[in-house]
């Protein structure tokens, strides 16, 4: 069935410092693929999206790009600050060919930036 | 404002109560869900409404019945729940079911089954 792996965390940085975390999916077809951020305490933000190959999702100084060759949507940020302290999750979704469509998450990795 | 609002935000329930969990959204979405987020588990999703019908139960135990009265409203009624039960559970809602403009999710009820 269609997954979503991510790197394990914790990941824990310096302020300033550049961020990757990887994804990768299996999913027949094409899947639209998400990136979704939870702060202490919180639901889950979408923080930036791409529906087709080669798609670039950013937002909030956050970047991924869809790579149908090698099934990945890594995230990346230049200069983390304290304040991207959260729980970040990779997920895809798609709908055809009598698909439900649900929202497939990966574990999820907990990201602490250090001042 | 997240557009999704669930109330109540913290909940503390024994064994032996029954509560409801309520979701809300005015955002024009046709399709809403329930999520349990558990510690060191993944996210599992519970139920899937579309236009108020339920498309999917993904095997979750009886003790919790969801209940769809309209587009915008959805609710999770608990009863005889077990300390494993407790987790943050989150609603969602989209346009349409996997849509590619994502989910948006309220904040979830924390839940303790003591």
């Known amino acids: 069935g269609d997954s979503v792996t991510q790197m394990e965390g914790p990941v824990t940085l310096s302020e300033e410092a550049f961020l990757t975390i990887n994804c990768t999916y299996t999913a027949t077809g094409y899947p639209s693929l998400f990136w979704y951020v939870q702060y202490p305490g919180e639901g889950l933000q979408l923080l930036l999206k791409?529906?087709?190959?080669?798609d670039k999702g950013s937002n909030k100084g956050f970047e991924a790009t869809y790579r149908k060759e090698t099934t990945s949507f890594h995230l990346e940020k230049g200069s983390v600050q304290v304040s991207d302290s959260a729980v970040y999750f990779c997920a895809l979704t798609k709908n055809y060919g009598g698909s439900q469509g649900n929202l497939i998450f990966g574990k999820g990795t907990k990201l602490s930036v250090k001042p | 404002e997240t557009g999704v609002t669930q109330t109540p935000r913290h909940l503390v329930m024994g064994m032996t109560n029954k509560k409801s969990l309520k979701c809300e959204q005015h955002?024009?979405?046709?399709?809403m869900y329930w999520y349990k987020q558990s510690a060191k588990k993944p996210l599992e999703l519970m139920f899937v409404y579309n236009f108020k019908e339920q498309t999917e139960n993904n095997s979750v135990p009886s003790r919790f019945s969801p209940e769809c009265p309209n587009s915008s409203h959805l609710f999770l009624h608990l009863h005889t729940l077990q300390p494993e039960d407790s987790a943050l559970y989150l609603c969602?809602?989209?346009?349409?079911?996997?849509?590619?403009?994502?989910?948006?999710f309220g904040s979830g009820t924390r839940l303790t089954v003591v």
């Open positions: 955002l024009g979405h046709n399709a």
């Open positions: 791409a529906t087709k190959a080669d």
């Open positions: 969602a809602s989209s346009q349409d079911l996997g849509s590619s403009r994502g989910y948006t």
